[in-house]
C-alpha cells in the first residue's frame, strides 16, 4: 500500500512512514525523511531554551541528582562485573600515566581525545586490549551492540 506525504508531496509506500495506533491508517502522517527532518528543526529552534530548563532543574535538584549518581555508582561497583570494569579502566589509565600505553586517535573518526574500550571483557588478561574510540562512537557501539 501506498501513502502521500503531506510536506514533501511524494508516493511512499507505508514502509517509509512511522507507525502510530492512534492514527486511522496505523501510521504517521508524515513520511520517515520528512519527519526527521522537522524533529531537527523543531530541536536547534528551541535548543537554547531546553538547555536552560536542564540548567534549572539541575540547579534546582542538585543535590538530589548527586545522591543518586552516588548510589547508582556504588551499586554498579558491588557487582562482580562492575568490579571487573572498574578495575579494568584503573589498570589502563594507570598504564597511560606511566606511559606504558599510549592513547591513540579514535580509530573510527582520528579524533585525539579517546576512551579505551575493552572489546574482550573485562578479564585481567583482556585490560590493555582496547580498541581507541572518541566518546562518540564509544556510546554508538554501546547502544548498538549491547
Not at 12 to 39: A, N, T
Not at 106 to 125: D, F, Q, T, V
Request: net charge positive; proline share 3%.
Amino acid at each position: 500500500m501506498k501513502k502521500i506525504c503531506p510536506k514533501c508531496k511524494i508516493e511512499k509506500e507505508y514502509s517509509e512512514f512511522h507507525k502510530d495506533r492512534q492514527q486511522s491508517s496505523g501510521i504517521k502522517p508524515y513520511c520517515k525523511e520528512c519527519q526527521k527532518e522537522m524533529s531537527k528543526q523543531a530541536y536547534y529552534k528551541n535548543v537554547e531554551k531546553r538547555l536552560m530548563a536542564i540548567k534549572t532543574y539541575y540547579a534546582k535538584n542538585k543535590e538530589r541528582l548527586i545522591k543518586i549518581q552516588t548510589q547508582r555508582h556504588r551499586d554498579i561497583r558491588n557487582t562482580l562485573e562492575g568490579k571487573m570494569k572498574y578495575d579494568a579502566n584503573r589498570a589502563v589509565n594507570l598504564a597511560i600515566r606511566t606511559n606504558k600505553l599510549k592513547r591513540k586517535p579514535c580509530e573510527i573518526c582520528g579524533n585525539e581525545k579517546s576512551h579505551g574500550h575493552h572489546y574482550l571483557g573485562y578479564a585481567p588478561e583482556n585490560w590493555f586490549k582496547v580498541k581507541w574510540l572518541c566518546l562518540k562512537h564509544h556510546f554508538y557501539y554501546h547502544r548498538n551492540n549491547a
